[in-house]
């Protein structure tokens, strides 16, 4: 019993440690297509079908999500704030939790689920109908003609699809509050420009861009390594989608602490709240 157990937990843990490095050796040979291809023409042209499906076909998703989601938290706080007769500072925490933290983190969930999952479906199709082996026959690495195209374009568009949805989510908040809700428009406008600066825009956006990384190549490795048949390729889809959502949060909690240690480190403790 006990040898059967250490014998599944040895090759369990070989299983993951060889996925872990599969992965990676995936990762290092875009980045190596990417630095000696990516900024030819042929590149370019593959690049702009990609940032059509990636970006333009994303934009009633992320427009739906950001202003919803404004739309909730003026709703769920509004009462809070009013209780200490401060609701007319109601638009600064809005506007601050959607650009720092909800705005991104939710347009790259959404973008997992939609984008990554047609990625993974899209890559695995091919794979369990051996195109990808016949680019190989043909001289063509399908990672460079593949995958560069698609991590480039999650990687761009991505921080793009992020700022859409941050000003829908301030325009939804504000909706409620100032039509609704009866917030006077002049202080929601001041607290929310009072509250936000540059850093905490730029704090989602540059997390944005590693999000869309991150979205991209899990997408791509898991419809290269997909299982046979149309399971195979549905498996690989739910796999991409949940270890995509995983890295999002995962990224979000490390770049939260890093970049709030590099803003102390530039501005130190007296510097603008953050």
């Keep these: 019993m006990v040898p059967a157990i250490i014998e599944r937990v040895g090759n369990d843990s070989l299983k993951a440690i060889s996925g872990f490095g599969a992965f990676f ?16 023409w042929n590149t370019f042209r593959l690049i702009f079908p990609q940032m059509y ?17 404004g739309m909730v938290m003026a709703i769920e706080t509004f009462s809070q704030f009013k209780a200490f007769g401060q609701e007319e500072r109601i638009g600064g925490v809005i506007g601050l939790t959607v650009v720092k933290q909800i705005g ?24 369990v109908t051996e195109q990808l082996d016949a680019l190989r026959v043909m001289g063509t690495d399908p990672i460079r003609f593949l995958v560069v195209p698609r991590f480039v374009a999650c990687v761009l568009l991505t921080p793009i699809l992020t700022i859409y ?3 829908l989510g301030v325009l939804g908040g504000w909706l409620i509050s100032v039509k609704f809700l009866g917030v006077p428009n002049q202080p929601y406008w001041y607290y ?7 850093w905490n825009i730029m704090e989602g956006l540059m997390k944005s861009v590693f999000f869309g990384g991150a979205i991209g190549i899990i997408a791509c490795y898991k419809g290269f390594n997909c299982g046979s048949g149309a399971k195979g390729v549905g498996s ?18 490390f770049f939260a602490k890093l970049l709030q240690d590099l803003f102390r480190a530039i501005y130190g403790d007296s510097g603008p709240l953050i």
């Design 192 to 198: 929310s420009a009072d509250l936000i600066d540059t």
């Design 104 to 127: 991104p983190v939710l347009a790259a969930v959404m973008l997992a689920g939609r984008v990554g999952g047609a990625l993974t479906a899209e890559l695995g199709t091919m794979n």
């Design 165 to 167: 949805s941050d000003l």
């Design 53 to 69: 499906e990636v970006g333009v076909r994303s934009v009633p998703v992320i427009a739906i999500t950001g202003g919803f989601i």
């Design 236 to 253: 690989a889809c739910t796999e991409a989608f949940v270890t995509s959502f995983l890295a999002i949060i995962v990224l979000n909690f």
């Design 25 to 40: 050796a995936f990762f290092a040979q875009t980045w190596r297509w990417f630095f000696s291809h990516g900024w030819r």
